[in-house]
């Protein structure tokens, strides 16, 4: 089975430039999260998504962070305009859960892609 | 909100020796908790969970954990450490309530690094 994939592995932009993350879940799977980790910490939840929907967008700096998940499958997430402050590891997890008793189900992680702002 | 405290950023011990990665949350009521492994430019992976069954969980690895509500606890532990272990080591919880039903995102602590001496 193969897992979750992300792209790019690695990116380095000017501050204020643009920039944009694909993932691609396991297939099937229902659920899909993005988590940004910062260097020295755990990862923070930044949004979840439930087939194409948001179902938890509450920690998303709307104001330069966006994402979309348009058929149910992959998803991109963009940042626009970049801050030093948005060098992190972002990374991609997905859940085959679709129901509420099974929340808890197991989220499987991508490698994940590093950003660097300069 | 729902936190979790890893005491300890980096844990050194020696090969062959009891390995112990400790983790507290706070929490209301008895969360779904995790340990994820998470290996240099590596993503993260699922050690073992527990979710209101039993309360020592095994794991992959040789790895356990016993969730202890009246310590709010639940710490890692292997009797017998390989050089291999060596890694970071998350513990996290499984807390908002996602609208749209599906696995909850999870909150992590900051993790443990775990150094096996030779």
């Known amino acids: 089975e193969a897992g979750v994939a992300q792209s790019p592995r690695y990116k380095i932009i000017e501050k204020r430039q643009s920039v944009a993350f694909w993932c691609n879940p396991i297939s099937g799977h229902a659920t899909l999260y993005w988590y940004q980790q910062i260097l020295g910490q755990g990862p923070k939840l930044l949004i979840q998504?439930?087939?194409?929907?948001?179902?938890?967008d509450s920690q998303l700096p709307k104001d330069r962070f966006s994402a979309e998940r348009l058929k149910g499958v992959d998803s991109t997430l963009k940042i626009q305009p970049a801050k030093l402050e948005d060098s992190a590891v972002y990374l991609c997890?997905?859940?085959?859960?679709?129901?509420?008793?099974?929340?808890?189900?197991?989220?499987?992680f991508g490698p994940g892609t590093r950003l660097t702002v300069t | 909100a729902q936190s979790v405290t890893q005491l300890g950023s980096h844990v050194s011990v020696s090969e062959g020796a009891l390995v112990l990665l400790r983790c507290n949350y706070s929490s209301s009521v008895p969360p779904y908790l995790f340990w994820y492994v998470q290996y240099p430019n590596q993503g993260l992976q699922l050690l073992l969970k527990y979710t209101s069954a039993a309360t020592l969980v095994k794991g992959i690895n040789g790895f356990e954990a016993e969730f202890k509500k009246s310590e709010t606890s639940f710490h890692l532990t292997k009797p017998s450490a390989h050089m291999s272990d060596a890694a970071e080591y998350f513990c996290?919880?499984?807390?908002?309530?996602?609208?749209?039903?599906?696995?909850?995102?999870?909150?992590f602590g900051k993790g443990t690094h775990l150094i096996i001496q030779p």
């Open positions: 997890a997905s859940s085959l859960v679709a129901e509420a008793r099974l929340r808890h189900n197991e989220q499987y």
């Open positions: 998504f439930q087939n194409n929907g948001v179902v938890d």
């Open positions: 996290a919880v499984s807390d908002r309530k996602a609208k749209g039903g599906g696995a909850d995102g999870l909150t």
